[in-house]
């Protein structure tokens, strides 16, 4: 015998059935577009970037930069310029040129007198991953010459080689970059873009729960599906949405991530908890937005206007201290914001349950203001209609 | 001539009746160049949170650390003791590197014995793992060439000649059209476009669903291809003046308001632009014509904000892509349009320069004509079968 909560539950995925746009938003968002994006940074870094040269000395060391720049992984000479190219067109006429570097006139004769010497790198920084890319290279590359320069005049002052070394570089710097130690963009930005994607999908499915009831004419057969009681229709919904977003959460984490090669962390199982309060979050807000506005399309537009700037304002690209008081302030106002803190924490990090206690309970604070909005709502429509 | 001002008023009518088409024509795309716009308002990411763990205490580590201090991107946080303590903070997101100088940093350096500072980043967010790297080396390579260059000083060689001695080469970059390698320069302009066309192709295929459903095209077995594009071309007048108004209002306020770069004739811009708009406009009437409800379109459409601006080459570069992913890509009017805008306002290119973009982007208005043909022909079958069942 099933209960009147199962029954809800079961009748609101019959809808969701009978609604083409369910099934796109369902299936053909996790498994195409997700597989989309993933297919977009398949190569994950940045393999070449095109170049060009300008060299005015035409001497042995000056050969000898262009020969290590070429010996550069990540950068393509693709073309030597002469000086008549004007430097300040040279991006213009030559889209494909990203950066060129320029080796100034006198500049073996210069160095080999013990005199400094500038390399110049010209950046086309309209882009700013070919400029930083490009600054990267050139940055290391420099300071390995110029370095080679000192070690050969330490040893020619007498100085032996291993002492020498020291003496160039007499400090060095270890970096360890981690969680994404090859600055692999794939890893970066998919389980982002995925995840963002999934609020996307609860809310918006969500988004249609209550309003459709009154638009198809359905809601007094609900309600009296519910024995009148609106807890029931909001509990039988919320369950309804929160087990649909938990098995598209699934489905990113155990295949999609998976499949496109990004690490899986061994905090997956655990952080499930934090991904059901986010997607109860999303279903509750979904349902409130839905309660609210009786005009569906009105609905999916605050939807749309609310949900789909939550990326750039979660502070995944663009850190959320740079941003002015009051962006910075509406940035914790979308559940995404919380959401992305815990995941980096507890999926990329993989630090204790402890650092994730805080994101939470702020996602679990969106629930309860979604519920309270959505019963004090249906309280206050009752109580007109019985009036 | 009549019926084409009939159907231009019509649709009027229908965006204002329509609260859906109204909130996404006029009130999104003003509301949202500020409001997304503002999140880039100051650009740079300055002051990036770093902890410090200074196992030596001496003269130079405190310098060290003072100079990383006082650079323009990163800000010590805290000094702490172990690095358990400073992971605590960095666990917790609150601090985004450590930089450990270790025990006997000052007189390994000093006697030029070769000394290391590890700098631990948290590598999950790009940009201030990036510019922290950048700041760091930045100071170290300052003190490296100035221990340097006591040796030289030391050795009766002048402190200017020193100097040079201690750095050979002088890396100079020279960032164009971007001079401070800002995030909000590089990014905003696009999302400005993006927010245009989004809005253009929710709004407007909202507008498209409607009249498939309850207009002129729910008759389409009585028109021909010629009086379906006059109705088309009737009810897109509208969105065409009004966008074009947009990207006006978007180069000559938005721009200057977020001081944005805008080189080239805003004539020449606002012409690309209205052929930018017409694909979008037969692309979406195209798209539209499968939906059967407006509130559909607008709940699919709602995730095709990022897959249209990921794939148009802007962010990531379209030749690292799958060879299918980079056909797809060409076939959107978002990836000729970005670059071709990116050229002539960021980098001040001229008509010379874009000429490859324009001609496709008058390709895929062409491709998109004809694919609105052909799928027209098989709607108007469609209806006629179902008319003669009927």
């Known amino acids: 015998m099933k209960t009147i909560l199962q029954i809800i539950i079961i009748r609101e995925f019959i809808r969701l059935k009978k609604r083409p746009t369910a099934w796109v938003l369902l299936f053909v968002i996790p498994i195409g577009v997700f597989f989309y994006l993933g297919a977009i940074y398949e190569e994950g870094a940045i393999k070449n970037v095109s170049i060009a040269v300008l060299d005015l000395d035409h001497t042995d060391l000056s050969r000898k930069v262009i020969s290590n720049v070429e010996a550069s992984p990540k950068l393509n000479i693709i073309q030597f310029l002469n000086s008549n190219d004007n430097i300040d067109d040279i991006f213009i006429n030559h889209p494909e040129i990203k950066g060129f570097y320029v080796i100034p006139k006198n500049f073996q004769k210069n160095i080999l007198n013990g005199k400094q010497e500038k390399l110049l790198v010209y950046t086309n920084s309209s882009n700013i991953i070919y400029g930083n890319l490009i600054y990267k290279e050139a940055a290391t590359f420099i300071n390995t010459m110029s370095s080679g320069i000192n070690l050969q005049t330490f040893k020619l002052n007498g100085i032996p080689h291993e002492k020498a070394i020291k003496m160039v570089m007499p400090i060095r710097v270890i970096t360890k970059p981690l969680y994404n130690a090859y600055y692999n963009y794939l890893y970066y930005l998919v389980p982002g873009l995925t995840t963002v994607l999934l609020q996307m999908i609860v809310f918006l499915l969500a988004a249609r729960s209550i309003n459709s009831e009154y638009s198809n004419e359905t809601y007094n057969a609900l309600l009296n599906l519910a024995n009148g009681s609106v807890f029931k229709i909001i509990l039988g919904k919320l369950i309804a949405y929160t087990l649909l977003g938990l098995i598209v959460a699934i489905f990113i984490f155990s295949v999609v991530h998976p499949l496109l090669g990004i690490p899986s962390s061994e905090s997956t199982l655990p952080f499930l908890w934090v991904v059901l309060a986010f997607v109860m979050a999303n279903a509750m807000l979904g349902i409130m937005i839905s309660t609210i506005f009786k005009n569906e399309a009105i609905a999916m537009d605050v939807s749309f206007v609310y949900n789909s700037p939550a990326f750039v304002f979660s502070g995944f690209t663009f850190p959320i201290m740079a941003m002015p008081a009051f962006n910075a302030w509406y940035a914790q106002l979308i559940p995404y914001t919380h959401f992305l803190n815990a995941f980096i924490k507890g999926m990329e990090m993989n630090t204790p349950f402890s650092f994730l206690i805080q994101p939470t309970v702020n996602l679990l604070v969106f629930f309860l203001v979604g519920y309270v909005i959505t019963v004090s709502i249906f309280m206050f429509r009752n109580k007109k209609v019985a009036v | ?46 002051e990036i949170p770093i902890a410090v763990v200074d196992f030596d205490h001496s003269n130079l580590s405190r ?23 400073a992971m605590f903070h960095f666990n917790n997101l609150e601090v985004q590197g450590i930089l450990v100088l270790p025990k006997n940093f000052q007189r390994k350096t000093i006697n030029l014995d070769g000394s290391q500072v590890e700098l631990i980043l948290n590598n999950t967010k790009f940009l201030t793992s990036n510019e922290i790297n950048k700041a760091v080396q930045s100071v170290i390579l300052t003190v490296a060439g100035g ?27 020279k960032s164009i059209y971007n001079a401070t390698n800002n995030y909000g320069d590089y990014l905003l302009p696009i999302l400005l476009i993006l927010i245009i066309q989004q809005t253009l ?8 669903v409607h009249e498939f459903k309850h207009g002129l095209f729910n008759h389409s077995e009585k028109l021909n291809f010629f009086e379906f594009t006059k109705i088309l071309s009737a009810k897109s007048s509208y969105y065409i003046l009004l966008y074009i108004i947009y990207f006006f209002v978007f180069y000559k306020l938005i721009f200057p308001f977020f001081t944005l770069s805008f080189n080239g004739s805003i004539f020449l811009h606002l012409l690309l632009s209205l052929l930018f708009i017409s694909v979008l406009i037969i692309y979406t009437t195209l798209f539209a014509s499968f939906f059967k409800t407006a509130i559909g379109w607008t709940e699919i459409m709602a995730f095709s904000t990022y897959p249209l601006f990921l794939v148009s080459g802007y962010s990531w570069p379209i030749d690292s892509m799958p060879q299918g992913l980079q056909l797809f890509a060409n076939l959107l009017p978002s990836t000729p349009y970005f670059n071709i805008f990116n050229a002539l306002a960021t980098e001040g290119a001229k008509l010379d320069n874009i000429t ?31 008319t003669v069942e009927n």
């Open chain 2, 1 to 46: 001539m009549k019926k084409w001002f009939s159907i231009f008023k019509s649709e009027l009518a229908l965006i204002f009746d329509d609260k859906s088409i109204l909130l996404t024509c006029l009130v999104a795309p003003i509301l949202y160049a500020f409001f997304i716009g503002s999140i880039y308002a100051e650009k740079n990411v300055t």
């Open chain 2, 201 to 208: 192709i929710i709004g407007f295929g909202q507008s498209i």
């Open chain 2, 147 to 173: 221990v340097r260059m006591q040796y030289f000083v030391s050795n009766n060689i002048p402190v200017e000649l020193a100097k040079q001695k201690a750095q050979p080469i002088l890396p100079v970059f």
């Open chain 2, 63 to 85: 310098k060290v650390s003072q100079l990383v201090n006082t650079s323009e991107k990163i800000s010590v946080e805290g000094h702490y003791s172990s690095i358990e303590d």
């Open chain 2, 356 to 386: 490859n973009g324009f001609v496709h982007l008058l390709v895929l208005l062409l491709v998109g004509y004809l694919l609105l043909y052909v799928r027209f022909q098989f709607i108007k079958e469609k209806m006629i079968v179902k």
